[in-house]
């Protein structure tokens, strides 16, 4: 399975609309289910690639994308949510849908509109869901404390310390976690540690500017996250056209990309990805890896057996194959290299693994 996200906002903020956007799996806002897609990630350098090799299958990189039903907001805080929130634990980013425009008859959890205050709202649903989370974890670790068990000590401290930011109002992906900190809760998948994309909805591009979309901004810029806009509703009914249509009728919008294309722009810089290749003229592959892997991890998300027998990797540059127009040519040229277990896969290798079976 690809890497998963998560729609999640108020009730009726625009999440199955966005969802409908990104996804165009023309979902219905009705009912309370979970909808879930699977959506091709666009690479253009995948085209390139099966120009050269015609291959007899292609296989583009995939993201998951779960749109979870609102929250309610009745008691904010108190955790009602709690359902919805074991959903929002499977997901490895959230998309925050905030409603931005201006519409009384458009029903909405609140009546009026405020970014600030919705953000807060949801903020306080997962803090509250980690809050027990973390309780839990320290009432487990007590025993071990008690028996002077150092690491129980360490974890504990850690763990004491990030309910605390909590309690004062601080998600734990602000809290500039260490490395180590972040080891201690790794286990609890702490709902308010996860990167955060904010969505703003808006209803016409005369909205794009406007003072919610601003106050947004500032929301996603002061905790260094990503937002994109998505004009709603009009891109919903946009990605059930066929693809050239498609981008007229964005251009008509003043937008070059669909708001899929922004959005995987936007996921795979907060959850810092990058994509590899596979080539050759039975399959042309996409694969996603964290920058920063190293050749047997990223050879893992190929398969299993090629991490656990990795003997190393040989790595073409695409700008080189489709410069040079060969793998033949590119060994020629000395660009073919061969990489151990310490190599960090880069955004655009083309790679074979050699591994013992
Ligand atoms: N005109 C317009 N209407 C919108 C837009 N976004 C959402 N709506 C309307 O707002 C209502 C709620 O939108 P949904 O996408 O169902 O909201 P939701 O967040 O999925 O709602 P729940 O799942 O019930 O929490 C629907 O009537 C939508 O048609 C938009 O950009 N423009
Ligand atoms: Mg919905």
Redesign the pocket.
């Known amino acids: 399975m690809g890497l998963s996200c998560g729609l999640v906002?108020?009730?009726?903020?625009?999440?199955?609309?966005?969802?409908n956007a990104i996804t165009a799996a023309g979902a219905s806002?009705f009912g309370?289910e979970m909808n879930r897609s699977v959506v091709n990630v666009p690479d253009q350098r995948m085209n390139k690639l099966v120009d050269m090799y015609h291959p007899r299958k292609v296989v583009p990189a995939t993201l998951d994308v779960v749109?979870i039903?609102?929250l309610r907001t009745s008691s904010p805080g108190d955790g009602h949510g709690s359902k919805l929130l074991g959903h929002i634990k499977d997901v490895e980013a959230l998309l925050h849908?905030v409603?931005c425009?201006e519409?009384g008859s458009?029903?909405?959890a609140y009546e009026t509109i405020d970014p600030v205050r919705d953000v807060e709202t949801i903020d306080l649903e997962l803090m509250a869901a980690d809050s027990t989370t973390i309780q839990n974890k320290l009432t487990r670790l007590e025993k071990r404390v008690r028996a002077n068990d150092k690491d129980a000590i360490r974890e504990n401290a850690h763990c004491e310390k990030i309910y605390a930011a909590i309690q004062q109002g601080m998600p734990a992906r602000k809290q500039k976690l260490t490395a180590q900190e972040i080891a201690s809760v790794y286990e609890c998948n702490l709902v308010s540690l996860k990167p955060v994309l904010y969505i703003a909805?808006?209803?016409s591009m005369a909205d794009v500017n406007n003072r919610y979309v601003t106050a947004l901004k500032q929301i996603a810029d002061a905790e260094n996250a990503e937002m994109i806009i998505v004009?709603?509703?009009?891109e919903a009914d946009i990605s059930q056209l066929a693809p050239e249509e498609q981008r007229e009728f964005l251009r008509d919008l003043g937008l070059t990309e669909s708001s899929m294309e922004r959005l995987m722009h936007a996921a795979y810089k907060i959850l810092g990805l990058i994509n590899f290749f596979t080539v050759g003229e039975d399959e042309v592959r996409a694969w996603t890896c964290k920058k920063g892997d190293k050749a047997p991890t990223a050879a893992g998300k190929i398969h299993k057996d090629m991490e656990k027998g990795f003997i190393r990797l040989e790595v073409i540059r695409y700008e080189d194959l489709t410069e040079l127009g060969s793998e033949a040519a590119v060994a020629k040229a000395g660009k073919k290299r061969m990489e151990g277990r310490e190599y960090e896969v880069q955004d655009g290798d083309i790679v074979m693994v050699l591994f013992n079976k």
């Not at 906002?9 to 969802?19: Q, V």
């Not at 004009?231 to 009009?234: H, L, M, Q």
Request: aromatic share 10%; with cysteine; hydrophobic share 25%.
């Open positions: 906002g108020l009730l009726s903020c625009g999440k199955t609309t966005i969802y806002g309370t749109d039903p609102g849908v409603r425009f519409d458009i029903p909405f909805n808006i209803k004009c709603g509703k009009d």
